[in-house]
């Protein structure tokens, strides 16, 4: 398909680039700065809109196969445009955003939705490492867009060491399967693989370098050390945004490389790896580490954006248990868990937000006695988010950690079944502690009244219900999920 052709495909993309432009020249003529929000606002939901006339077109490969046009692409680029839209919309009605530069935050956060997008479609080593940079770099900028305090800063600074790194390591394997295949299209490297004439070993370290660089987006162990530090220091919608978007974008890239590029489809939806290199039982360790280290470091935290920091490590781990087991039901399993993680992930920090906006405080001593001192509604719906987080039926976690946990079973990886129980187990404690914080204690009279505004309150009731409702009726996204592990192969 050639450059003009190719054009029609990538509307969603371009309606993000021209409100990009707008946001930015906006920003110069506009003095009312909310209003760039809410045009960023307008310009997502219309790259949402393009997105769903996309997802019935046929799949196919485009500029010259740089990207691909998929069922897998479509279901992120979803979900990004809602993680961008749930973040612009928490963003309206946040104090720290409102004391930065409007107009280059939701340009710069705009951008880094772009990334993303580009990420879920890339077929090829150079476009998923450029995808990836251009993500990185916008979020370095997110992190620190609070310039007078020194805890953003901090986290930034440390965001982009940590992530040079990774990408160095990345690009070091990368450049590792071009050498070993000779090509950096995926379909000709899982041809080059199938024909088993490289070494085994030199495609094992390969894979290493670049799953340093995956596991560096998706936090997951041990490349997760920049994650509590960035998610305490950036604004609480950044936080959200990379707790969700970027974590799906990484999801995506993991995905799409280890499946069409290493491995091939085999009878009843189950995935050979290709070129003799045991990636899955490396992966295996980290998957069992990354939940069991997230929840236990929870556990000692008193900040509450650090704890669902390492909460999300350990998330982190529960969908690397679908991406272990080489199975479709595994895929569909993590693009279901995905979904559910959005509701509960971006609600929790809203409550968060809320809380903070109110009182200024982030930490568990700063939900005490919530319940009983204006702010009912979100404790009632942070309830809801930790316990759906904890897997508690019938919300939208236990859904998700179901479909997960039959995956594993189903291919008889009984000792990860296991350990992602008593991880589960563990995590209850930490998140019932901030429940029984909210209705059980009592407030000693310094915590501050909490009020919440109609635009917030909006966006909680309808996270609280998406993740109720998604815990009693799921058949629709699930069969979304399974229509979109069908990838573009050749």
Known sequence: MTTVESLRYIVPELVLTATILVVFVGDLLVRQKDRLGELALVGTAAALFAVARLSHADGTYLFNRMIVHDQFAVFFQVVFALATLATVWMSLGSKEVQRTSQGEYYGILLASALGMFFMASASNLLMAYLSLEFVSQTSYVLTGSLRHNRRSGEASLKYLIYGGVASGAMIYGMSWIFGLTGSMDYAAINAALA???????????????????????????????????????????????????????????????????????????????????????????????????????????????????????????????????????????????????????????????????????????????????????????????????????????????????????????YVLALVAGINSVISLYYYARIVRAMFLEFPTGGEGAVAVDWSNAALLGLLSVCTVVLGVYWAPVIALADRSVRFLMG
Not at 207 to 233: E, N, S
Not at 245 to 259: E, W
Request: glycine content about 10%; overall charge neutral; charged content about 10%.
């Open 195 to 413: 024909s088993g004439a490289q070494s085994p070993l030199a495609l094992f370290i390969a894979i290493v370098f670049v799953l340093a660089g995956f596991g560096y987006k998706i936090a997951a162990v041990p490349f997760h050390m920049w994650a509590p530090d960035v998610y305490t220091g950036a604004p609480i919608p950044v936080t959200a945004f990379l707790s969700v978007g970027s974590k799906a974008a990484g999801f995506a890239l993991l995905l799409r490389f280890f499946y069409p590029a290493l491995s091939s489809l085999g009878e009843a939806g189950r995935w050979q790896v290709l070129g003799g290199a045991d990636w899955p039982q490396l992966v295996l360790v980290l998957c069992m580490v990354t939940m069991t280290l997230g929840n236990l470091a929870a556990l000692q935290q008193d900040n509450i954006k650090r704890l669902l920091a390492y909460s999300s490590i350990a998330h982190a781990g529960y969908m690397l248990m679908g991406f272990v087991v080489l199975s479709d039901e595994g895929l569909r399993a993590v693009l279901f868990y995905l979904v559910t993680y959005y509701l509960m992930n971006i609600g929790a920090f809203l409550t968060v937000m809320i809380v903070a906006n109110a009182t200024g405080r982030e930490d568990v001593e700063g939900f005490r006695g919530l319940a009983w001192r204006g702010g009912s509604i979100p404790a009632v719906a942070m309830a809801i988010f930790l316990f759906s987080l904890a897997g508690i039926p019938p919300l939208a976690g236990f859904v998700g950690k179901f479909y997960l946990f039959a995956a594993v079973i189903r291919e008889q990886f």
